[in-house]
Structure formats: C-alpha cells, structure tokens
C-alpha cells in the first residue's frame, strides 16, 4: 500500500518534470556544461558572482544581486567573428521561466524594461561582459549574433532568475523518496523477477563491436632527433634535426612534416610554434623555434606525410 | 607482569615519538640535484644581457645617459607631472605599490617592475610588445599614463638644447616623426637595459650550501625557510614556471585569478600576442635596427584560444617590495596568493593551469618564509647611486 502511494507521488512528479527539464530557453546543461544555443551556434556559457561566491560558475539563476559576469566560451568558431549584442530585460511577458523568443518578440516597447545593454561587438577569442544587479526578480538574457557575411541574425533568449532561492529540501525529500521506494521493490522481491532473465544477446553485440574496432596503428616511421646547440634547455629558443624513417630503416624523404606538443599533466602546449623550415636530405629534417618554457615532461607531436603514407610519432623527453 | 606491560607501553610511546619526530625532520644536507636546482635560481646563473639587433644605440653609454633623463623627466606628459617614474619607482623596485598604475588616469594594469625584465623576449603583462624599446613608446601616448603624443615629444627634445645634443649625437638630424619617436624609445630601452636585481639572501645561502659551509647556512637560513625552499622546488611546483635566476619563465599562463571588481575577466596573452604581431613597432617593422629582420620570437609564436586569460609570469626577487600582486594588483598579500594557489580554483575564462596544491597552513607559512628571503637591497642601475644618495640626504634633512 505505501509502495503504492509512493508510485503516485513519483508519477506526479514526473508529470511536472519534463517541464522543470525544459525551463531553461536558449541556455541548457549538457554533461555537466552549460551550453548556450545561439540558433546553431553554440558556446559554453557561465555566470559569476565573482564577491559574492567567487569562482562559483551559475548557470543561469544567481543566487543574488550585484556584480555579475557573464562569460561565452565559443565551441563554434564562426562566433569569433561575428559581432554579438547582448540584452537583459525584465521579465515581463508573464510566462515566467517559459518565455520564449515569441513572448519577447511581442513586448512593445524592448526599451522601457531594458536594465542592460551591450552593442554588437565582436570578441574575437571569449565573450565577457559585467553587469551590476541593483534588484532581484525575473529577467530575460537575449543574446543576438549577425553574421557578416550573410547577415542573418541568429538569437537565443533565456529567462533566468536573479535571487534564486533554490528548491530547499525538496531534492531531498524526492531522493528520500525514490530511495524508500527502491527499498520496497527489493524486499518485495521486484527485482529479483526483472533480473531473473538476462540478456545475452547484448552481450554478444558488445563483443561483435569490440572485435569490430581497429588494431592498435602501428607506426610506419621512426623518428629521433638531434639538437643543434647542446642538450634542450627550459627557456632557449632552439633547433632540432629530425631523423625520419620507416620502420624498415628506409630514410624518408620529401615527407610534410608538422609538429605540436605539449605538458600533457597541466594541459596546455608548447609556448611556440616549432616549424620544418629546411630539408637536409637523407631523411633530415630542421625543425626551428622551439621552446620550452617550464621543466617536467613534455611530449612532441610529430605528424608525417608522405605521397605513400602518413603517421604520427609522438617523441617525449624529460626536462 | 604488570611491569613488564608498563614497560612495552613506554617503549612503543618513545618509539612512536621517535618516529613522528624522524618522519618530520629535515634532511641534513641538499642531495646534487637539489643543489644543481638551487644553483640554476641563484644570481650568479644569469648570464650576460643578451644583445638586442633591433636596437642599435642598446649598449651605447651615451644612451643609457640620454635615457636615463627622459625616464625621470616629467615634461613628456599631459599635465607636466608624470614621467616613467611616476609609476616605476626606484624605491619600490620600479613599482608603485598600488593595484593599478596611477598617472594621467589609471591604467589597465598592475604595474610591473622594470629589474630584470630586459632578460624578457615579451614586455606587458600580455606580450603586447616584442622589445623594450617599442614597450617605452606605449605609456607614452596612452591616454590614462603620459597621455602626451609622438610629435609633442619631439618637440620639447628640440626645443632643449641638452636633449637635442644628446639626440643628435646618437641618431643624427631630425628624420620622421616614427623614426625620432622610435629613436626617443630606443634610449629609454638603453637606460632600462642596466636595471638589474642586486643579490639577496637566497643567492648567499646557495653560495653556503655550493661552499659546504654549513654553518653560514644556518646562519643565513631559518629552518622555516629551508622547508619553505624545498617545497618551492618541490612540491608546491613553484619551478615549473618561476624557474631560472630572475624566478620567472617569461612565458605566458592562465592561474584563474579572479576579475577585479567592476571589470570583465581579463584576456590577456590571447589578445597580446595579436597586438604585439601587429605592431608597427616590432621587430618586423620599419623601425627595427636589425638589417636582416631575424624575428624568431614573433615568427614561432603561439596565438589561440589557449592563451586566454594567460599572462607573462612575474619574477619573485624583492617580492616583499612588490605588492599588491597579480596583473590587477587583485591579491594584496603574499599569503593570500599562495592560498590561491593552494587551492587552484577554476578560470573564469580560459583554463586554469595549476592544479590545486593541498599543502597544511603550515607548510604555507614556510613558503611564505622563503619567498621573503628573495628581498634584496635597491636595485643596481646606471645613477642608481647618486639616486639613492639623494634619497638618504632627503629622508634625513
């Protein structure tokens, strides 16, 4: 009978959930990143309240007014160049957190219950801009992009909250709920009839796709490198001689050669641009302008391409 | 019986004690790469200065003497008061102690010290220039620092009859306005160029340990400091970027700190490094002494998205004379960095490249200690002691 009832109230709360899902327009979380949709145009998209609650990132609702900045981070890169304008208006079109592009579109007069706004500009690398929250209430962020080339406009709109108070206890209430249910099914013995007939075919298509997947790429070339000046040191811009060959022990010659690296264990690259700036024959190649600018262990990239074949080499040292 | 459990009790307590003292201690001596690291920190690591092609007046006596006047005088300004010195105050190691620079107006950042920094292929908290000379044309035209202009400069060195013999005797007669303008920011670079830390405690200490002399190590060195020492080359990973003798990489990393109040996140290199490839004034540029423009810093350099919110590291000689610190001058203290670092918080924009550190408060406090005995005397630099004689006279009339 209780098991009952809790089937009810977990029903009823997904009645309401999808559109609790929903709520959030032009700005939604997708693996735990909180992505704005500028018609296809995406970016990941943060809120700080940098004296409230420092690096705390927010989605969309903040916990309270004052100075708020808003970040875009382009994951697509035809927002670098074109210019964006951003607006935040009150929230008056009556629909709350389900106001879309259409609500907005139909309030009369966008001026009066502007409380911000930024001239298009374009930001060439991230998108930021800082505004001050002098009340708490319902807001709406429209975000609008112009292409240049075409000039079509692509726009979202988000409603968000400024002041948000949160759910309270009821995310807890729900799991305790959810988790008293989970109880009851097992001591009820439920579990034990799903569970009772495995599925091997899904297994078997596991192993088919495992099986489906390709062989470790073996490497078509060996590469070693010689410096120019003495043994790498940090900070010293220098030169490297790369030895290509194949496995075979065959030199390779007339290969295009490009290179990147980087500290894989703190997650950024090298400080330069090394290019092969000379062909020295016998599969010799200059490699000019490197640089490394702190000690630990740095890997170089080195993809190969010959009219043959192509790989990559991945050379590391220890500095 | 009951002795003989009193006595396993008190044994397993001393042993225990022993222990948690033993696990505590500080190694006696440095191993050989501990003192190879220490050594490569030390000021006598720093080699000479190296040439600047583009700049062909850089090691020229009678620029550094020319420089030197224009860095202290106040007439390249708006109102007449503000000269380089105005925020790169000898005094204060060629800061100023505040946030932001104050002049004309206040300007974008924190300002940098001077000593040292003609080691950097970089200038700025961003890169935005490729050399000294193009870096002390910038404040000068800038709105919120001299906010003077390139032509009202020229005129007043013509116009004074030392300046314009100085002039004159360096580059010759009067020529384009970039070209003079140019010229003017090639003998401030030659007077920047002798600006160079002096040896603190840190350099005699490694000097001890190089000697074997243990007992002036002790007497330079605290054990706090030598904790703090060894966390800065060890676990606190304060080498991987304040690495060599002036502690700094002279490259460009994101640290998340945080935006200052009433300001977006600061870009940083991202944009810098545009600026700086784009500057008429560059190595690449007509202005540039060195005939076969051999520019490998602006040809190999790195641009895009992972130099968001990056800036050039800072040295940590005289740190202690240096705050506030970070490109905002947004950390007042010492310790409240090292606590940031501690903790490694997210970057607003960009990623954050340290990771957070873990260390006790403790441990902290010993780095603090450490950095502390990085206070050096006033730097060294041509005039510097007739400066500073000066300064002894003033404070004691």
Redesign the interface.
């Known amino acids: 009978m209780i098991g009952r009832l809790i089937t009810l109230a977990l029903s009823m709360f997904l009645a309401f959930a999808p559109q609790l899902a929903d709520a959030h327009g032009g700005v939604v979380e997708e693996d735990d990143i909180c992505v704005i949709k500028v018609n296809y145009l995406r970016a990941h998209f943060?809120i700080?309240q940098?004296?409230e609650s420092?690096?705390e990132?927010f989605c969309e609702d903040l916990p309270v007014a004052g100075?708020s900045?808003f970040?875009m981070?382009y994951m697509h890169d035809a927002l670098q160049s074109m210019p964006i304008e951003f607006r935040i208006i009150k929230n008056v079109t009556g629909k709350g957190r389900f106001a879309r592009m259409e609500h907005v579109a139909a309030i009369d007069d966008l001026e009066a219950v502007t409380v911000f706004y930024s001239e298009p500009v374009q930001e060439?690398?991230?998108y930021?801009?800082?505004h001050?929250f002098t009340e708490e209430g319902d807001f709406i962020g429209i975000v609008a992009a112009r292409n240049p080339e075409t000039g079509a406009l692509y726009a979202a709109v988000f409603p968000f909250e400024v002041g948000f108070t949160g759910w309270g206890y009821w995310p807890l209430i729900l799991g305790l709920l959810v988790l008293t249910h989970i109880l009851y099914l097992a001591m009820s013995g439920r579990f034990r009839r799903w569970f009772k007939s495995p599925t091997p075919a899904a297994l078997v298509l596991c192993a088919a796709l495992l099986q489906a997947s390709p062989a470790a790429h073996a490497d078509e070339f060996v590469v070693t490198f010689s410096t120019l000046d003495g043994p790498p040191q940090?900070?010293r811009?220098h030169s490297w001689i790369l030895h290509v060959e194949t496995t075979a022990g065959e030199p390779v010659e007339g290969a295009v050669i490009e290179v990147d690296g980087g500290m894989p264990a703190?997650?950024?690259?090298?400080?330069?641009?090394?290019?092969v700036t000379e062909e020295l024959g016998g599969g010799d190649y200059r490699l000019?302008?490197i640089?490394f600018?702190?000690?630990?262990y740095w890997e170089m990239v080195i993809s190969i391409e010959t009219d043959a074949s192509e790989g990559t080499v991945v050379v590391s040292l220890t500095l | 019986m009951r002795l003989a459990t009193l006595v396993a009790v008190v044994t397993t307590m001393v042993v225990a004690a022993w222990l948690v003292w033993r696990w505590d201690a500080l190694p006696d001596t440095w191993s050989d790469e501990g003192i190879a690291i220490l050594q490569s920190l030390s000021l006598e690591s720093l080699p000479p200065l190296p040439p600047d092609p583009t700049n062909a007046v850089a090691d020229d006596p009678r620029a550094v003497e020319f420089g030197r006047r224009l860095f202290f005088d106040t007439r390249f300004s708006a109102n007449g008061a503000i000269s380089c010195a105005t925020c790169h105050q000898p005094e204060r190691r060629f800061t100023d102690g505040l946030p932001k620079g104050v002049a004309i107006g206040v300007s974008k950042r924190n300002t940098p010290s001077i000593v040292g920094t003609p080691y950097s292929p970089w200038f700025y908290w961003d890169g935005r220039r490729d050399s000294l000379w193009a870096q002390a044309l910038s404040p000068l035209e800038d709105p919120n620092e001299h906010a003077s202009n390139r032509l009202t400069i020229i005129a007043i060195i013509v116009d004074d009859r030392d300046y314009w013999r100085m002039y004159k005797a360096l580059f010759g007669e009067a020529s384009g306005v970039d070209t003079m303008f140019s010229n003017i920011g090639k003998a401030l670079a030659a007077f920047e160029r002798t600006i160079m830390p002096t040896s603190s405690r840190f350099d005699a200490y490694v000097a001890a340990v190089v000697a074997g002399n243990e007992a002036r190590q002790a007497e330079l060195f605290s054990e706090e400091e030598i904790r703090g020492l060894r966390l800065f080359i060890g676990e606190a990973n304060c080498?991987?970027?304040h690495?060599?003798p002036l502690f700094t990489?002279?490259?460009?990393?994101n640290t998340?700190l945080?935006?200052l109040?009433?300001?977006?996140?600061d870009?940083g290199r991202?944009?810098g490094v545009?600026e700086a490839l784009a500057d008429p004034f560059n190595c690449r540029g007509a202005h540039s002494d060195d005939p076969g423009r051999n520019c490998?810093?602006l040809?190999?350099?790195?641009?895009g998205?992972?130099l968001?919110g990056a800036f050039r590291t800072p040295s940590l000689r005289n740190l202690e004379n240096t705050a506030p610190y970070g490109h905002k001058g947004q950390i007042a203290t010492l310790a409240d960095m090292l606590l940031h670092y501690n903790e490694a918080?997210?970057?607003?924009?960009?990623?954050n490249?340290a990771?957070p550190l873990n260390l006790s408060r403790r441990e902290l406090e010993h780095l603090e200690a450490f950095l502390s005995t990085l206070a050096a005397p006033l730097p060294d630099y041509v005039g510097g002691e007739e400066a500073e004689e000066s300064i002894v006279t003033t404070s004691s009339l």
């Open positions: 943060k700080y940098p004296r420092g690096h990132q100075e900045v970040v981070e060439p690398d991230v930021t801009l800082t001050t940090i900070n811009m703190h997650n950024h690259g090298l400080p330069t641009r090394p290019r000019d302008g640089r600018h702190m000690s630990g | 080498t991987q970027c690495n060599g990489n002279n490259e460009f990393h998340g945080i935006s109040e009433g300001e977006v996140p870009k991202v944009a545009r490998p810093e040809e190999f350099t790195r641009t998205p992972e968001i918080p997210d970057a607003m924009i960009g990623h490249e990771k």
